[in-house]
T-cell receptor
Framework: NAGVTQTPKFQVLKTGQSMTLQCAQDMNHNSMYWYRQDPGMGLRLIYYSASEGTTDKGEVPNGYNVSRLNKREFSLRLESAAPSQTSVYFC?????????????FGEGSRLTVL | SQKIEQNSEALNIQEGKTATLTCNYTNYSPAYLQWYRQDPGRGPVFLLLIRENEKEKRKERLKVTFDTTLKQSLFHITASQPADSATYLCAPPRGGKLIFGQGTELSVKP
């Protein structure tokens, strides 16, 4: 079992470029999330998908879009990258949002925007 | 506004001692709270969950308390080891989604 897999692990972009972060889980979880982690700020929720076919904004959605491609996959897109989006991005999944179940995280994608 | 605060200063302790980490929340009352461990360059890993009607929860050398009056959770590691060195995150839910504190870095010296 791979758990939650994120790609790429590292990426350097120039301001204005676009890219998509991919996330896949093999635990048959219903809910998936994208967080960003910055020094001193903790993990902040960008977007989430409570179930296949639904997506919603989290705390810091500006500049991002998401797609819940199927039950396994949840991608995060930066349409026009800005230096403020330099961060470590984590994808997570859980059995069902709103219950007490734990989140399973990927290893993170480290993005630098120049 | 609703806030979650963890001690931002790193905690340095000697091996064998008990480490105590604090998580305070304000302006809301979560029904439960989770604790995670994060190692450098890795994603967070779930450790423990405590519900509002539980005063204390234990798992091996870990103990979590939940004081809904003080709006505080304490996370204890007894007989600490250098392998316990990591960042520990508290995460109460808000609107059905987990919201994370900024984490406290623990360093256990041999």
């Amino acid at each position: 079992n791979a758990g939650v897999t994120q790609t790429p692990k590292f990426q350097v972009l120039k301001t204005g470029q676009s890219m998509t972060l991919q996330c896949a889980q093999d635990m048959n979880h219903n809910s998936m999330y994208w967080y960003r982690q910055d020094p001193g700020m903790g993990l902040r929720l960008i977007y989430y998908s409570a179930s296949e076919g639904t997506t919603d904004k989290g705390e810091v959605p500006n500049g991002y879009n998401v797609s819940r491609l199927n039950k396994r996959e949840f991608s995060l897109r930066l349409e026009s990258a800005a230096p403020s989006q330099t961060s470590v991005y984590f994808c997570a999944s859980s059995e069902l949002m709103g219950d007490t179940g734990e989140l399973f995280f990927g290893e993170g994608s480290r993005l630098t925007v120049l | 506004s609703q806030k979650i605060e963890q001690n931002s200063e790193a905690l340095n302790i000697q091996e064998g001692k008990t480490a105590t980490l604090t998580c305070n929340y304000t302006n809301y009352s979560p029904a439960y709270l989770q604790w995670y461990r994060q190692d450098p360059g890795r994603g967070p890993v779930f450790l423990l969950l405590i519900r509002e009607n539980e005063k204390e929860k234990r798992k091996e050398r870990l103990k979590v308390t939940f004081d809904t009056t003080l709006k505080q959770s304490l996370f204890h590691i007894t007989a600490s080891q250098p392998a316990d060195s990591a960042t520990y995150l508290c995460a109460p839910p808000r609107g059905g989604k987990l919201i994370f504190g900024q984490g406290t870095e623990l360093s256990v010296k041999p």
